[in-house]
């Protein structure tokens, strides 16, 4: 198993720019997390899926953020436009179910705004 | 307010000593708590989890407590190695809420020859 596998690993962009972050999940996991890292805040859940259906966005920041889950296994993360505040490592996590059993942890995508 | 809160924040030993690392939390009505090791540039990696009726579990050289009464938990690292080197987060799962993952800021641990 691949684990759960995250792309770019670093992206630097433009503020204003249009930024895509993609995740692939563990084979017959059915639930994803989208979370961000900082040095000052740890890791922030962002929003959460259960069988492709987003069950909790609140920890989305603003507008700007949006999150898709075109189907079982992939999602992507959409920052537009981005600004310089944004940067930090993005991770997503997949699990079976609430994540009773554990999750897996992508390794990050580092995205720099400048 | 559900917090988790770790301390230290940072830490360095010398190879083959031992360290404890602390996790107090108010995370209410709480199901699980895990340790999560996270190497430089790579996602966290599940050391250890533990229910409500669970008061020590081990991983091999990592040896997690949890005491419910007091809400606090601690993991201890025998025998460190430089692999040891990364950060150590402990996160507490509520039992009710979409969102009842709580996340400790992490432990920065730094192992010297």
């Known amino acids: 198993d691949a684990g759960v596998i995250q792309s770019p690993r670093h992206e630097v962009t433009e503020m204003g720019q249009e930024v895509t972050l993609r995740c692939k999940l563990i084979?017959?996991?059915?639930?994803l997390f989208w979370y961000r890292q900082t040095m000052m805040r740890g890791l922030e859940l962002l929003i959460y899926?259960?069988?492709?259906?987003?069950?909790?966005d609140s920890g989305m920041p603003e507008d700007r953020f949006s999150a898709k889950m075109p189907n079982a296994s992939f999602s992507t993360l959409k920052i537009q436009p981005s600004e310089p505040r944004d940067s930090a490592v993005y991770f997503c996590a997949s699990s079976l179910e609430d994540g009773a059993y554990g999750y897996t942890f992508g390794s990050g995508t580092r995205l720099t705004v400048v | 307010k559900n917090q988790v809160e770790q301390s230290p924040q940072s830490l360095i030993i010398l190879e083959g000593k031992n360290c404890t690392l602390q996790c107090n939390y108010t995370v209410s009505p709480f199901s699980n708590l895990r340790w999560y090791k996270q190497d430089t540039g790579r996602g966290p990696v599940s050391l250890t989890i533990m229910t409500f009726s669970e008061n020590t579990k081990s991983n091999g050289r990592y040896t997690a407590t949890l005491d419910a009464d007091t809400k606090q938990s601690s993991l201890h690292i025998t025998a460190s190695q430089l692999s040891d080197s990364a950060s150590y987060i402990c996160?507490?799962?509520?039992?009710?809420?979409?969102?009842?993952?709580?996340f400790g800021t992490g432990t920065r641990l730094t192992v010297i020859p």
């Open positions: 899926f259960n069988n492709n259906v987003p069950i909790d």
């Open positions: 084979s017959g996991h059915n639930s």
């Open positions: 996160v507490v799962s509520a039992l009710t809420g979409a969102n009842n993952l709580f």
